[in-house]
């Protein structure tokens, strides 16, 4: 009975770690074209995003107006969003500095604490926790949050939405800048 419990409890385990998604920065350094985020999010930027739940469902979509500006190293990201399915946070302002040994430093009214954010070439990550509202309760969450250059123009989002180390949710956008 006690190998029973014992080859369970590895089972359990490995199917635990089967639900997270890990992703190495590192492979994107000799990628192109370079995400520089300051010189992405300089104006008028256009994003068409969903979210999905566990089992891939759409549980949300929506637009975000982002305007976005520099100011004495200080980059500001203002969102407006807009949803056809679901609901979200209506705004989010978004003051990101970069920091000395080239790492940058984020900051929202609706993150717990600060974002990391790291550049690889390529792709650019961003870690945060935030108290996500889903109805009428709040969970505290961790974001994983990649950004990969498609052009000079273009880049796509993936988020990754974890509880207890679990991915229970992911979010796909699509960014444009505007002229």
Known sequence: MKTFKHYAALVFLFLLGACSVNIEGQQYLDDTPEFVLEDFFDGKVK????VQNRSGEIVQRFVVDIDARTNNGTLTLDEQ?????GDGAKSRVWTINKNSD???TGNAADIA????GVSYANAFNFSYEMD????????RVVFD???????????MNRSY???FGIV????TIFMQKQN
């Open 113 to 116: 604490g600060p974002a990391l």
């Open 168 to 171: 229970m949710a992911e979010v």
């Open 132 to 139: 996500l509202k889903v109805d009428d309760s709040s969970y």
């Open 47 to 50: 994003a068409w995003g969903i």
């Open 81 to 85: 969003f807009t949803y056809s399915k």
């Open 161 to 163: 939405i974890r509880k």
């Open 145 to 155: 949050d990649w950004f990969w250059a498609m052009d000079s123009e273009t880049m």
């Open 102 to 104: 080239g790492t940058y």
